[in-house]
């Protein structure tokens, strides 16, 4: 009963190759498209059609003059994570803040972002398992379980920002953590030198997908 025809069976799989094949190049196309303008409504577009599977594990930030690789990230509540951070920069320093919305600080001329209103990190355990070349740590509410005393670098408290590393250029720190129930969507940003950094695009987004 089953087809034997060796020339029919050969045909299904030409096709099947072709079909693939043609599929690839457009996500090819479209995802080299997104990367390249990094705009936001193009990667928005690559992302719901070929979707984002969660990472997970150990995962690395670049920081630039002024932008972060990546600038999306898909984690899930309850995945561990080994976020390491790491300042290419090789003339400023640069941090990294996870919060949502905004304090603003009014100025003569406009409206300055200072820091997210709501931060990522509150009550959020962080464990730090390396770091080098940090210029100051604001632990603000997060509970940080690694011996951080003495320390190499300044520590401040809440009231002086979000939880945060500013690494001077070469720096990297390492932050293993659980991914807190708070899913939905966060925002990372650098706003040392004030509003400048976010402004010029040092900011990204991270979609925390329900367990
Ligand atoms: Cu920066």
Not at 63 to 71: A, C, K, L, S, W
């Amino acid at each position: 009963m089953a087809n034997e025809n060796p020339q029919e069976k050969n045909k299904v799989e030409v096709d099947w190759s072709r079909r693939q094949f043609l599929i690839g190049t457009g996500a090819l196309t479209v995802v080299g498209l997104g990367a390249m303008f990094l705009n936001e409504p193009v990667a928005a577009a690559v992302r719901s059609v070929f979707g984002q599977q969660p990472e997970s594990g150990p995962i690395t930030v670049l920081q630039g003059d002024y932008f972060y690789i990546p600038n999306y990230m898909t984690w899930r509540v309850g995945d561990q994570i080994s976020m390491t951070i790491h300042n290419t920069s090789t003339t400023h320093f640069h941090e990294m803040q996870i919060g949502r919305g905004f304090n603003t600080m009014p100025t003569a001329l406009q409206t300055i972002r200072t820091q997210f209103a709501e931060d990522f990190w509150d009550g959020v355990p962080v464990t730090i398992t390396a770091a080098q070349g940090i210029d100051n740590f604001v632990t603000n509410e997060a509970k940080i379980s690694s011996d951080v005393h003495p320390t190499p670098w300044l520590l401040t408290q809440p009231g002086n920002g979000g939880f945060s590393p500013t690494m001077k250029p070469g720096g990297q720190i390492t932050l293993s953590f659980t991914v807190p129930n708070k899913p939905g969507i966060w925002h990372y940003a650098c706003f040392v030198q004030g509003y400048m950094h976010w402004l010029a695009g040092m900011r990204g987004t991270i979609n925390i997908l329900p367990a």
